[in-house]
Nanobody, 113 residues
């Protein structure tokens, strides 16, 4: 089983942007379905965005039009571009390979003025 390492989280004001990155060590990254999830204390982890090997995407309703998932297979990296951030986007964001059920350690995103 490979490893996933997220980066790019931080503190941002409402309306701001962040880009999360997730670097994979898995050899089959290019054919894996990759996803971003998020979790706040006391709540279940929720899906934010998915991208399969063909580039098909799926987004949570709450982030449609604001977030964008992309991938660079040559770099074995999946990204989450987050624009127009809101207070309610504050969470720990996790990267996952749904193909291998591998998870990253998470990166904190805090939206605050």
């Amino acid at each position: 089983q490979g490893q996933l390492v997220e980066s790019g989280g931080g503190l941002v004001q409402p309306g701001g942007s962040l880009r999360l990155s997730c670097a994979s060590s898995e050899n089959f990254f290019s054919i894996a379905t990759m996803g971003w999830y998020r979790q706040v204390p006391g709540k279940q982890r929720e899906l934010v965005a998915l991208m399969n090997r063909r580039g098909d995407t799926n987004y949570a309703e709450s982030v449609k039009g604001r977030f964008s998932i992309s991938r660079d297979n040559a770099k074995r990296t999946v990204y989450l571009q987050m624009n127009s951030l809101k207070f309610e986007d504050t969470a720990v964001y996790y990267c996952s390979s749904l193909t291998s059920d591998t998870w990253g350690q998470g990166t904190q995103v805090t939206v605050s003025s």
